[in-house]
């Protein structure tokens, strides 16, 4: 079966960490996507990715990092500077950079106290 | 910029009651259009698009058309069910990486 899927389901962490939110696809997409949701609102735009080796920031990147060295991964690290990071966090791909279709994981719901 | 404005929620409605949800659009370009769901706990499922004006598109009982005119693309459905329960978003992509997204409606269906 084609998809994406996210891991963990649930992530804790303590304030002052970082942690690192896993990503993988096995669509043979090229463009990834990471976006965040709040309690009833849309979804914003974090970063995102056309090819491998290369990333762009979307709306909210403060306090994210991405890397993108295999064309199935694109892991997002939530650091310590990111004042208010407990939210759910989505990651999408799409076959191509140009195509609107974006095809969606699970969600990790980030809980940091 | 490009956006997306949906109606508020919640929308609740009794089991085979007629459903809409409006969304309106601004866009400079040609976008296209899309319908997301979303069940609790779980990530956003695309429902239906529509590329281009007065393409109508449809999937499980749902519709929506490109409204050029209007800049709208409401989506309905004749006969709700439980199952239908979740929240629905509208989006437009202008330029693939450029996905806008509304705030998203959530609809509960009564027995």
């Known amino acids: 079966d084609g998809g994406i899927t996210q891991s963990p389901k649930y992530l804790f962490r303590k304030e002052g960490q970082n942690v690192t939110l896993s990503c993988e696809q096995n669509?043979?997409?090229?463009?990834m996507y990471w976006y965040r949701q709040d309690p009833g609102q849309g979804l914003r735009l974090i970063y995102y990715?056309?090819?491998?080796?290369?990333?762009q920031k979307g709306d909210i990147a403060e306090g994210y990092s991405v890397s993108r060295e295999k064309k199935e991964s694109f892991p997002l690290t939530v650091t310590s500077a990111q004042k208010n990071p407990t939210a759910f966090y989505l990651c999408?791909?799409?076959?191509?950079?140009?195509?609107?279709?974006?095809?969606f994981g699970p969600g990790t719901r980030l809980t940091v106290t | 910029g490009d956006s997306v404005t949906q109606m508020e929620g919640p929308v609740t409605l009794s089991e085979e009651a007629f459903l809409t949800i409006n969304c309106t659009y601004t866009a400079t370009g040609y976008p296209s259009l899309f319908w997301y769901v979303q069940y609790p706990g779980e990530g956003l499922q695309l429902l239906l698009k529509a590329t281009k004006a007065d393409d109508k598109g449809s999937n499980k009982g749902f519709e929506a058309t490109y409204r050029k005119e209007t800049t709208s693309f409401h989506l309905e459905k004749g006969s709700v069910q439980v199952s239908d329960s979740a929240v629905y978003f509208c989006?437009?992509?202008?330029?693939?990486?450029?996905?806008?997204f509304g705030a998203g409606t959530r609809l509960t269906v009564k027995p």
């Open positions: 990715s056309q090819i491998v080796n290369d990333f």
């Open positions: 999408a791909s799409s076959l191509t950079p140009l195509t609107g279709e974006q095809y």
């Open positions: 669509l043979n997409h090229d463009a």
């Open positions: 989006a437009l992509s202008d330029r693939g990486n450029d996905m806008r």
